[in-house]
């Protein structure tokens, strides 16, 4: 199994980013997936879930209406678009695998993460 | 949403020593949905347990976990000079998946 997330980088308050995880060594498909972020020096915090056929998605409180978390299954990709970025979204964003199709589950591999630093 | 609180913050011990984590959670976890993870500095986290006790592929038996309701326990029961890092407990017992905030095992 191997993640490897991009697009992180420097964006301003009130800016957006799109982050992309490509997968490989499973079957894409079908399993869950999802985000988890850590901000600076902090402890981890669940983002956003994906089902494995992606028609289901949930997430946190803190990120409700400004990020969407999506997947092209052809391209064994994951993504999360985030707009109105505010400076409290500064954070290592990691993509995880789900050993199931839900995500509600343990992840059990994990990417080594994209970095997003919301900044003026 | 379960909060889960982890103690201690920092756990001061030599190599060899046992190591105990606890994890409370603010409501009962009914379905053993509870996840132990290691982080080493730099590094992104590694599952070492999910569903309570089960040890992921590849884990030595040093690490145990247990519990049940609302308290949970990781054990490392001699530690070995790769096992200081920082543990997370995770619960998926409901759609809004959390964390614990962290212990670190660190060098006495």
């Known amino acids: 199994v191997y993640l490897l997330e991009s697009g992180g980088s420097l964006v301003q308050p009130g800016g957006s980013l799109r982050l992309s995880c490509v997968a490989s060594?499973?079957?894409?498909?079908?399993?869950?997936m999802t985000w988890v972020r850590q901000a600076p020096g902090k402890g981890l915090e669940w983002v956003a879930g994906i089902t494995a056929s992606g028609s289901g998605t949930y997430y946190a409180d803190s990120v409700h209406g400004r990020f969407t978390v999506s997947r092209d299954n052809s391209q064994t990709t994951l993504y999360l678009q985030m707009k109105n970025l505010r400076a409290e979204d500064t954070a290592l964003y990691y993509c995880a695998k789900i050993p199931d199709n839900n995500w509600y589950f343990w992840l059990d591999h994990w990417g080594q993460g994209t970095l997003v630093t919301v900044s003026s | 949403e379960i909060v889960l609180t982890q103690s201690p913050g920092t756990l001061s011990l030599s190599p060899g020593e046992r190591a105990t984590v606890s994890c409370r959670a603010s409501q009962s976890i009914k379905r053993n949905s509870l996840a132990w993870y290691q982080q080493k500095f730099g590094q992104a986290p590694r599952l070492l347990i999910y569903d309570v006790s089960t040890r992921a592929a590849g884990i030595p038996d040093r690490f145990s976990g247990s519990g049940s309701g609302t308290d949970f326990t990781l054990t490392i029961s001699r530690l070995e000079p790769e096992d200081f890092a920082v543990y997370y407990c995770?619960?998926?017992?409901?759609?809004?998946?959390?964390f614990g905030g962290g212990t670190k095992v660190e060098f006495k």
């Open positions: 995770q619960q998926y017992d409901s759609i809004v998946l959390t």
């Open positions: 060594g499973f079957t894409f498909s079908s399993y869950a």
